[in-house]
Each structure stands twice: as C-alpha cells, then as structure tokens.
C-alpha cells in the first residue's frame, strides 16, 4: 500500500513539475530575456495549440531574436488553423522587419 501512494505522490510531482507557468515567460518577455520565454512560450503553445496570445508572443519573441524564418512558419502554421486576422498583419509586419534588417 505505502509504494502505490508513493508511486502517485511522485506522478504528482513530475506532472506538476512539467507545467509551465505562463506568468514566468510574460516576466522573461517584459524583462527582454526573450530565448527563454520563447521557450516557455512555445511549451504553452504546445498544451494549448489553439491560444493566440501565446502564438502571438511567440512570433513577437522571435521577431525580437531576428528569428524571421521562425516567426514567418509560426505565422503559417497558425493561419491554416486560424482565420485571425492578426495572424496576416503579423506577416507583414515580419516581412517588414526583414527589409530593415
């Protein structure tokens, strides 16, 4: 009995552990520690593919790094799931971004 209540206590850890706190990667991002909420934002993204405000922070984190090949196939994959208009203005800003550069 005490192994199987050790065994979903420590399930509980890792699950636990293994969420991103959406918080963390909004401080890194006002802070201009843009790599790592790029990463944390693109963990969000995963767990929840649907959330434009995390793909539109994503996209931003990458335009920030210079990453426009990155933005620009993040702004494509988001269009063939979403009709948001953002997502066609966040194109232009990108390819914006990549004449001045």
Known sequence: MKSIVTLFVSI???VASAQVD???AKTYF?????????LLYKKLLNTQPTNSYYSLKLIECYQQLSQF???QNEIETQLKYSKN???IVEL???Y???TCW
């Not at 006002?30 to 790029?38: I, L």
């Open 12 to 14: 509980f850890c890792l």
């Open 22 to 24: 959406p918080g963390l």
């Open 85 to 87: 208009p953002q997502y």
């Open 69 to 71: 090949k990155a933005a």
């Open 96 to 98: 914006q971004l990549q």
């Open 30 to 38: 006002e802070k201009g520690a843009f790599e790592k909420a790029a």
């Open 92 to 94: 232009g800003y990108n």
